[in-house]
């Protein structure tokens, strides 16, 4: 889902962030998308065109060339920067999820 | 000889667009496939039974004015075809894709977003039902009160636009729940069966025309013999505004790239002006044969 104003990011838009830190063309990045969530995520030509639109506008990423009909997107700096700030958000999620479960760090038992 | 073409009536509301997509495909099955779309029919021509995908979605910033020439939406139609959607068409709110690659992702694959272009596209729809109908029935309502009884034709058409604003509105709320629901409990969009939509759809549409049928008749009941050509004439002018305004925005949508802004002030500049033109000339011709 778009997430107003990108305070967060959903599955679909980091992935695409994280596929466009080299220059890549819509039917690339999609194949990328899918290969780096090993098959998990899987974005439909219609999405990825709303998303890529969105981010343009957002200045997230930048168009870098085009062929033909092939489009080519790098992520920009800005971008960069939402993708950082989601990851230490993913972490922390993880980090704090991990005190209740996961087994190695011991608080499963509640201990 | 077998017949090579067809066409069906199909009736339907934004958010069955699911139910018309199972539809297409079944029919494709049954060795149709769909040629062209319409505003209440769709074209079939007929191919050797096999499974073709179709995919009927709202694009951002629904709206059933705005040009499907635009290089936004040229843009959205190019990925598509890349990823192996080819464009059918659009009715109104509904753009259609279709492919025979069995493996090709879903145009949208996000259902959350998909929703919500479904409700903006509905709401439009409802909005302007929302404005009209009420103040309409208002006008009639107060002749009502001016009469001292709900029981004449104003009191009847009053009644009947509200009950067709309630039925519409509550269908798409009761929608509306049960996606939620089903976004949160399955992640996706809940579809009904197209048999169940069709049916649905053909019932409300054949009591609409039904009540009308009792208006015109209630209205014109007192009206004397020799009124009944105009009237019939009045209400065949009408019919024919509604088919040639049907075709005006179908032909400003696929054809030119006006601004939706653009397309509204024809639409509705049109609209005025018709309207005008042709109780303007049947003014005159009932006040020259008075």
């Not at chain 2, 049928?213 to 209205?219: E, G, K, M, P, R």
């Not at chain 2, 005159?284 to 008075?290: D, E, M």
Request: hydrophobic residues 40%; contains cysteine.
């Amino acid at each position: 889902m778009a997430r107003e104003q990108f305070q967060s990011l959903s599955e679909q838009m980091y992935y695409i962030l994280l596929a466009l830190w080299k220059p890549q063309c819509g039917a690339d990045i999609s194949r990328l998308v899918t290969c780096l969530s090993h098959d998990r995520i899987r974005i439909g030509p219609g999405t990825l065109y709303t998303l890529l639109a969105r981010f343009e506008e957002q200045q997230m990423i930048r168009q870098t060339a085009s062929e033909g009909r092939k489009r080519y997107y790098v992520i920009t700096e800005k971008g960069k920067q939402m993708l950082h700030t989601e990851y230490r958000r993913l972490q922390s999620l993880v980090a704090d999820g991990a005190l209740y479960l996961d087994s190695q760090t011991g608080g499963y038992d509640e201990k | 000889m077998m017949k090579n073409k067809k066409r069906t009536f199909a009736f339907y509301q934004i958010y069955e667009n699911d139910a018309l997509k199972e539809y297409l495909e079944d029919m494709a099955l049954k060795g149709w496939k769909l040629a062209k779309i319409g505003q209440i029919l769709l074209y079939f021509e007929a191919c050797e039974p096999h499974p073709i995908r179709y995919c009927a979605e709202v694009m951002e910033k629904p709206s059933a004015l705005a040009s499907n020439q635009t290089l936004q939406l040229k843009r959205y139609r190019e990925f598509c075809r890349d990823a192996g959607w080819n464009y059918l068409g659009t009715n109104g709110y509904l753009h259609i894709f279709y492919t025979e690659d069995m493996d090709a992702l879903p145009v949208e694959t996000d259902a959350k977003e998909r929703f919500e272009r479904i409700c903006k596209a509905s709401m439009n729809v409802n909005r302007t039902m929302l404005i009209i109908f009420p103040l309409i029935s208002l006008l009639n309502l107060y002749t009502c009160y001016t009469r001292g009884t709900l029981l004449c034709s104003q009191g009847f058409l009053a009644l009947f636009l509200m009950g067709t604003l309630c039925f519409y509105l509550g269908d798409y709320l009761l929608w509306k729940r049960r996606a939620k629901a089903s976004l949160n409990d399955t992640g996706t969009l809940p579809c009904t069966p197209w048999p169940s939509v069709h049916r649905k759809n053909n019932t409300v549409l054949l009591v609409v025309l039904l009540l009308c049928a009792v208006y015109l008749l209630q209205t014109t009941g007192n009206a004397p013999f020799e009124a009944f050509p105009y009237i019939l004439l009045y209400l065949g002018l009408y019919i024919v505004m509604l088919i040639f305004f049907s075709f005006l925005i179908h032909r400003l949508r696929d054809r030119y790239a006006f601004s939706t802004g653009m397309n509204m002030l024809i639409y509705w500049g049109s609209a005025f002006v018709l309207v005008m033109l042709a109780t303007a000339v049947i003014t005159f011709i009932i006040f020259r044969t008075i």
